[in-house]
C-alpha cells in the first residue's frame, strides 16, 4: 500500500469529542488503503495511554506532548508578526523534524491534514497529493466570539477572525482539496476563497448507529421521578460553556415553572470554573467526565443544544437523535444539518420560546418512554461515516 502522512493538531484517539470522533473516523478508514504515519500533537496526557491502539492502525505513530501553558506563551508571537495565534501555538520543533524526516526518506505519496492550523507542515511534501480537512471555517467562528466579548477579548477575537479568515484561504488555495464537515460550510470557504471553489468539498460527519442504538440495555443515571433535560459536550469549550450558562440561567427557570421535576444535567469532561458554579443553581447537576455518554441520552427527556456560536455539524445533536431523543436546538446549532426538515426536533432562539418548547418536548417524551424513532431513522439515513467517507477516497485516488 501507499504510505500516507496524517497530521492532527489532537491525536485522533480517544473519540470522546467532536473533531477527534472525526479524526479517528477518517484515520480509520485510510489505514484500511494506505500505510498510515501519525503524527499528532497530545494536550491531554491521558491520551498517551492509548498509543497502542494507533499503533495496531497505523504503520507509524509518532505523538509530540503539547504543553498548553508554554504554547500560549509561544503563541503570543503571532501578536508581533501579523499571524493567526493558532499558528505559533502548533509551531513545535520536535514535530517540524519529525515530518522532514519523514519527506527525506520519500516513503509518502499522500498527505492528509486534519485542521489548518496543522497545514505548514504539509510545506514539504509539496508536489504529491495533499488534502486539508478543514472541518470547520474557524475564521467566522472567532469573528462571532469577538462580538459577544467586551474589549480587550473583542479586539484579539476580532484580529483573529481576520487574520485566519486571509490563512484559510491561501490553504485552499495551496492544498488540492479541502473539507469541510457540511455542505453550508463549504459554502462558507467558496465566499471567502472564491478562486478555489471548485476544490472544496462537504464531506459530513457520521454517527456510529450500532454504537448508539436505544435498543441496548442501560441503566438510568436519574433519581427516579425527576424529568432530565441533557447537555452533552466538552465542558472548557467556550461555546459549550456559553451555551449551558444561557441555558441554565435564562431558560430552566421558566421550564421548571412548567414542569417542576425538571432537572438539567451538563454532561462533559473538563468542567470551567463557570460551569461548576452552575451546580449551586436549583435543579442544574454538573458530572464532569463520565465513562459513558449513552445512559444519559437513553434515559433523558429532551437533549438540548442551546449553542449562541456554532459551526458545523454538531455531533451531540446527531448523537441524541441516533439513541431515539427529542432535540431542542438553537438555530445556530442546526446551522450544521443539510437535510431538512429534522424529524423529532424543535428550533428556538429566545428564552421564552426555547423554555416552551422544552416543557412540551418533556411532556411528550412522558408519554413515549421507547424514544422518538423517526430522529433515529433520519441519521440513519443521511449521516453515515461509510457514505461521507466514500467522497475522502475518491479524492485521494484523484
Not at 384 to 397: F, Q
Request: aromatic letters at 10%; charged letters at 25%.
Amino acid at each position: 500500500m501507499s504510505g500516507l502522512l496524517f497530521l492532527a493538531h489532537r491525536v485522533p484517539y480517544p473519540p470522546n469529542k467532536g473533531d477527534k470522533i472525526r479524526s479517528y473516523h477518517v484515520l480509520r478508514h485510510l489505514a484500511a488503503r494506505y500505510e498510515v504515519h501519525l503524527a499528532a500533537f497530545v494536550d491531554d496526557e491521558r491520551d498517551l495511554a492509548h498509543a497502542d491502539v494507533l499503533r495496531r492502525i497505523c504503520k507509524s505513530v509518532h505523538l509530540v506532548p503539547l504543553n498548553p501553558t508554554r504554547a500560549r506563551i509561544r503563541s503570543l508571537a503571532g501578536l508581533l508578526d501579523g499571524r493567526p495565534l493558532g499558528l505559533p501555538y502548533y509551531h513545535d520543533r520536535a514535530m517540524w523534524d519529525h515530518v522532514r524526516g519523514l519527506a527525506a526518506q520519500r516513503s509518502i505519496e499522500r498527505v492528509f491534514v486534519f485542521s489548518s492550523t496543522m497545514a505548514p507542515y504539509a510545506g514539504p511534501f509539496a508536489g504529491i497529493p495533499r488534502i486539508l480537512d478543514m472541518c470547520d471555517v474557524d475564521s467566522d467562528k472567532w469573528t462571532q466570539y469577538a462580538r459577544r466579548h467586551s474589549w480587550p477579548l473583542s479586539w484579539i477575537y476580532g484580529r483573529e477572525g481576520e487574520l485566519l479568515g486571509a490563512f484559510e484561504r491561501r490553504c485552499a488555495l495551496d492544498f488540492d482539496a479541502t473539507l469541510l464537515a457540511s455542505d453550508n460550510e463549504a459554502e462558507c470557504l467558496r465566499r471567502l476563497a472564491p478562486e478555489s471553489a471548485k476544490k472544496v468539498h462537504s464531506m459530513r460527519n457520521g454517527v456510529d448507529v450500532e454504537f448508539f442504538d436505544p435498543a441496548r440495555e442501560f441503566a438510568s443515571p436519574f433519581a427516579a421521578g425527576e424529568e432530565p433535560i441533557v447537555f452533552t459536550g466538552a465542558m472548557d469549550y467556550w461555546a459549550n460553556i456559553d451555551a449551558v450558562t444561557w441555558f441554565a440561567r435564562e431558560v430552566l427557570p421558566a421550564v421548571r415553572k412548567r414542569r417542576p421535576d425538571a432537572r438539567f444535567y451538563i454532561v462533559g469532561s473538563n468542567p470551567a470554573d463557570a460551569v461548576r458554579r452552575l451546580a449551586s443553581l436549583p435543579s442544574v447537576i454538573v458530572t464532569g467526565s463520565v465513562p459513558d455518554v449513552r445512559p444519559y441520552l437513553r434515559h433523558a427527556r429532551v437533549v438540548v443544544a442551546p449553542l449562541r456560536v456554532a459551526r458545523g455539524i454538531q455531533n451531540k445533536v446527531l448523537e441524541a437523535l441516533a439513541m431515539s431523543r427529542f432535540v431542542v436546538f438553537t438555530p445556530a446549532a442546526m446551522e450544521g444539518l443539510d437535510y431538512r426538515p429534522v424529524p423529532a426536533t424543535a428550533t428556538a432562539e429566545e428564552p421564552d420560546r426555547f423554555a416552551a418548547e422544552v416543557a412540551a418536548a418533556v411532556e411528550s417524551a412522558n408519554g413515549s418512554p421507547g424514544g422518538f424513532v423517526a430522529g433515529r431513522q433520519y441519521v440513519c439515513q443521511h449521516y453515515s461515516w461509510s457514505t461521507s467517507l466514500a467522497r475522502l477516497t475518491g479524492l485521494l485516488a484523484a
